[in-house]
């Protein structure tokens, strides 16, 4: 009786220790085309990219004046999604954003992981008349493509996204001048 006491027990320990090895973790579930995706704490990282010709990922970001704002919110109009990690990169754009709107009917939408508060102080100290949405946790970027894991950090890109919501041109990894940047814009846009 003593012995079945002590053997009974020991032979459910590995039982117990093999069920506890078994993955407990649910599947993340990948918004569709028609979702949004708006970023949240403590959520698994997205590694992803975004091509000419797809649709670009809708989201949800907050802009420099505190206000909510989609991408889906720009539809019908054209925007180059410039993506920074600092701020200041953002800056030398005002030389070409007034000319792409004027001539080209093109908006630059700025999304960097600098808060809202602080990318509506530098839009009021550098006089930036375009928006400028912040990316807190760098989701946004990682979901484009431009989030560097490595380094925590979000490299340049600029993504040009067509009436329809499209997008027309990618460059990532360096920032470009801003007549540079112009150049290349207007040339993407002779084919739209």
């Known amino acids: 009786m003593k012995i079945a006491r002590v053997l009974i027990p020991l032979m ?15 599947p993340t579930p990948s918004p569709t085309s028609g979702e949004s995706v708006t970023p949240q704490m403590g959520r698994a990282r997205i590694v992803a990219r975004v091509d000419v010709g797809e649709d670009a990922p809708d989201f949800e970001l907050v802009r ?3 206000e909510n704002v989609r991408l889906s919110h720009y539809r019908g109009r054209r925007l180059l999604l410039t993506f920074a990690d600092r701020r200041e990169a953002f800056s030398p754009l005002a030389a070409v954003a007034e000319s792409l709107m004027r001539a080209d009917s093109v908006e630059i939408v700025g999304v960097c992981r600098t808060s809202a508060r602080s990318l509506k102080a530098l839009a009021e ?26 380094t925590s950090t979000v490299r340049p890109a600029y993504v040009l996204v067509g009436r329809a919501g ?25 084919g739209l």
Do not use: N
């Open 12 to 26: 459910l320990v590995p039982v117990v220790l093999w069920a506890q090895s078994e993955p407990k973790s649910r």
């Open 64 to 66: 420099a004046d505190g």
């Open 125 to 150: 100290h550098d006089g930036l008349r375009f928006d400028l949405l912040s990316d807190p946790t760098g989701e946004i970027a990682a979901l484009y493509g431009t989030y560097d894991f490595t």
């Open 166 to 190: 499209k997008v027309r041109m990618v460059l990532m990894g360096q920032a470009l001048p801003p007549e540079a940047l112009l150049e290349v814009t207007r040339y993407a846009l002779t």
